[in-house]
């Protein structure tokens, strides 16, 4: 999930929300045609302009191909499913995954804490030439 964050610029709520259907392998794109909302429910994107075709780098391509062999099966055919096979919470995404990593790997202010909220990975990948931003 964070390679995908990091190279497509994706908001949160559309990384918890795809499903294999929307993963173009071979064209090297994510479609975004819907997201999980705060309580965990598949809607339509933020706004008109959220309907996209995001490119895939070669890393997010090759992590995504490794990743559809491991990821538990949903009915709903989730990319990034929980380990329940639901819907990832926005909270332990954050609270168990991204700010335990960033503590882990001393991306801290001066008080210890994460220094970086998971939303700063969409304003990276707007810098990255992977994005077709620069």
Known sequence: MFITAIFTGMRISELRGPTWDNVDLDRGLVRVRQRADEHCVLGKPKSRAGYRDVP????????????????????????????????????????????????????VDDAGDARFGRHALRHAAALTPASGAG
């Open 56 to 107: 895939k780098a070669p890393s997010v391509k090759e992590a995504l191909e490794q990743w559809r062999f491991q990821v538990p099966e949903t009915t709903q055919r989730l990319v990034f499913p929980n380990g329940a096979s639901k819907i990832q919470n926005y909270a332990n995404i954050y609270n168990r995954v991204f700010k335990p990593m960033l503590v882990a790997k001393r991306i």
